[in-house]
DNA sequence: CGATCGGTTCAACTATTCTCGAACCATGCC
DNA sequence: GGCATGGTTCGAGAATAGTTGAACCGATCG
């Protein structure tokens, strides 16, 4: 069955700026956007980068950015696909991501 | 005596884009950051501008943005005068003040 | 000088966010 | 089915941030 656990993502246009830069203020979740830049990434993977942090920290993280729109999760088999939504921030916040984290 | 009240800044190689990024998610630190974008400001201008606003807050918002390295307070008469500081912004991380604010 | 004006700092309180273990919930494999 | 795996959610405590009145301070005006 397809329907597994789906979770709430805000749509391109209800994007807000100060949510975005919030979720952006802090290190270790630019680090993880920065990860996500250069493809999608199976959370597992992200998961493993610091293996100090107990996983309920790291999915904590994933939380903000998901909930202020700047990465996709979705299910994908028993794990979960990572995106970086750089067409939906693109489109709202022309230059934010490349502003923030530097150009690629 | 030109010795009155200066407040520390931080030098433009100090800058941190996470403290900026914080300072810029809110709302009301942006809109003021908006006001100077026009130029500078005498701060009693944007006091005035929710005077429902204790000024004991309006300095805190101010502080912030200070030692974020977002604008300058530096001692005008007997009052202040609030700078953004758009260049040391761009040089550090161009481009994100108009990505933030959107373009003029 | 003394009073006033503009603004900062202090201190106490509230609200939000972070952290992390424990419980939980699907999925995929045996 | 039963169990391991990968990740989310819950709940509680710690830490950080926001709000505001009162005290304060330097500059100016009378």
Same mark, same amino acid.
């Given at each position: 069955?397809?329907?597994?656990?789906?979770?709430?993502?805000?749509?391109? /246009?209800?994007?807000?700026?100060?949510?975005?830069?919030? /979720?952006?203020?802090?290190?270790?979740?630019?680090?993880?956007?920065?990860?996500?830049?250069?493809?999608?990434?199976?959370a597992a993977?992200?998961?493993?980068?610091?293996? /100090? &942090?107990?996983?309920?920290?790291?999915?904590?993280?994933?939380?903000? &950015?998901?909930?202020?729109?700047?990465?996709?999760?979705?299910?994908?088999?028993?794990?979960?696909? &990572?995106?970086?939504?750089?067409?939906?921030?693109?489109?709202?916040?022309?230059?934010?991501?490349?502003?923030?984290?530097?150009?690629?």
């Amino acid at each position: 069955m397809p329907a597994a656990t789906e979770l709430p993502h805000p749509e391109r /246009a209800s994007l807000e700026i100060g949510a975005v830069l919030f /979720a952006l203020s802090d290190p270790e979740r630019r680090e993880l956007v920065r990860e996500l830049r250069e493809g999608p990434q199976d959370a597992a993977n992200c998961m493993a980068i610091d293996p /100090a &942090l107990p996983k309920s920290t790291k999915s904590h993280l994933m939380k903000v &950015l998901r909930e202020s729109g700047v990465i996709r999760n979705e299910p994908n088999g028993r794990n979960r696909r &990572l995106t970086l939504r750089s067409d939906d921030l693109e489109s709202r916040f022309p230059g934010l991501l490349d502003a923030v984290l530097g150009p690629r």
